[in-house]
């Protein structure tokens, strides 16, 4: 049987079994300082990890190996949500407490990823909006004055030499803020 260490806890290597990943419970409650008779009997009346606890064959810390209560890895982490930080050793209570806050993070993150994203994405796109809505602006007062230069150089384009002759040598334009003249 293959083995997989996952974790070190109080110099207690956590291991997983087999391709299932399961994990034996007693060596965690023993690394942890939690009755493990009480931990096998909380995990038999839950729901969902009394369904999904075997028994397999692992190795002990004196190196024998022993049958012992096992769940799926996957399962292992909400299973350490649910111990009482009060009932483990004072040396590891801070660490228990704070995994504890880190699951709570964690499913806090989850559960409003989806609501912050959105919230996010909205600030964005409006942001974007207003921009886009500015070039545009923009664009159809810069549009406005090609068309008038257009139209100022269409009417250049129309004058013949008969209208410069007919207003005394001069361009007479009405946009032209000075008079063009032959020098």
């Not at 109080?10 to 419970?25: G, H, K, P, R, Y």
């Not at 649910?82 to 699951?103: F, H, L, P």
């Not at 993070?105 to 912050?116: A, G, I, M």
């Not at 409006?126 to 090609?146: G, I, N, P, S, W």
Request: glycine share 4%.
């Amino acid at each position: 049987m293959e083995t997989k260490i996952i974790a070190r806890v109080n110099n207690v290597d956590i291991v997983s079994t087999s391709d299932e990943q399961l994990v034996a419970i007693k060596p965690i409650c023993e690394a942890i300082g939690i009755n493990w008779e009480g931990q096998r009997q909380r995990i038999e009346r839950d729901e969902i990890l009394g369904s999904v606890a075997c028994i397999i064959k692992a190795t002990g810390k004196d190196g024998k190996t022993y049958e012992m209560v096992a769940v799926p890895y996957m399962f292992i982490f909400g299973w350490l949500f649910s111990i009482d930080a009060s009932k483990v050793n004072e040396n590891v209570k801070g660490t228990v407490i704070r995994y504890k806050m880190e699951c709570y993070k964690v499913l806090f993150e989850h559960f409003t990823e989806p609501q912050t994203f959105l919230k996010q994405k909205q600030e964005v796109m409006e942001k974007k909006v207003t921009e886009y809505q500015e070039c545009q602006r923009r664009f159809k007062d810069a549009q406005k004055l090609m068309n008038e230069a257009k139209a100022d150089l269409n009417q250049v384009m129309k004058l013949t030499i008969e209208d410069w002759r007919a207003n005394n040598r001069q361009l007479n334009l009405p946009f032209s803020t000075e008079e063009i003249t032959e020098e």
